[in-house]
């Protein structure tokens, strides 16, 4: 699959949105990147098998998904626009990027907590409350973004 230039990318981000990129990240987790209409239906909760058509179509023409004799819809190319762009896939799950930046730097503050504790000492107070303040910036943005997933 030849990468795609900036303009297409522009033109997929107007278009994935809503129930499309409810569709789209549908796909994106499910184990095998294909399903059904009827299965997106069910899963999605909408009211219709023809609203998932609508939307499997709208990739379709996006390049993005397939449809298999079978009647499945496969995905066939993982774009990063939009908010797409602040998650990555583990296994079948999709979690923000700042998930692994929150558990690091919060990592980082137990062990020094554990190896230094809390003395008397200026810069162990300033470590710690830079290191917890950035922590639970970090962590209110990972929530932040977990909220705003589009399924």
């Known amino acids: 699959m030849p990468k795609r230039n900036i303009s297409d990318l522009a033109i997929i981000e107007s278009h994935l949105?809503?129930?499309?990129?409810?569709?789209?990240w549908y796909l994106l987790r499910s184990s095998?990147?294909?399903a059904g209409v009827r299965e997106?239906?069910?899963s999605l909760?909408?009211?219709?098998?023809?609203?998932?058509?609508?939307?499997?179509?709208?990739?379709?023409n996006l390049g993005l998904v397939e449809k298999k004799g079978t009647g499945e819809y496969v995905l066939i190319e993982k774009v990063k626009v939009?908010?797409?762009?602040?998650?990555?896939?583990?296994?079948r799950f999709m979690v923000p990027r700042y998930l692994f930046y929150s558990v690091w730097l919060s990592t980082m503050v137990v062990t020094y907590l554990l190896l230094y504790g809390v003395t008397?000492?200026?810069h162990n107070f300033f470590a710690l409350v830079?290191?917890?303040?950035?922590?639970?910036?970090?962590w209110i943005e990972t929530i932040k973004l977990w909220r705003e997933k589009p399924y």
């Open 120 to 122: 008397g000492s200026v």
């Open 82 to 91: 939009g908010i797409l762009r602040l998650f990555m896939s583990v296994g």
């Open 17 to 24: 949105k809503g129930k499309t990129l409810r569709v789209y």
């Open 32 to 34: 095998n990147h294909s």
């Open 40 to 42: 997106i239906q069910r």
């Open 130 to 138: 830079f290191g917890i303040f950035g922590s639970s910036v970090l």
């Open 45 to 60: 909760h909408f009211s219709s098998p023809s609203i998932s058509v609508h939307h499997l179509e709208k990739l379709q």
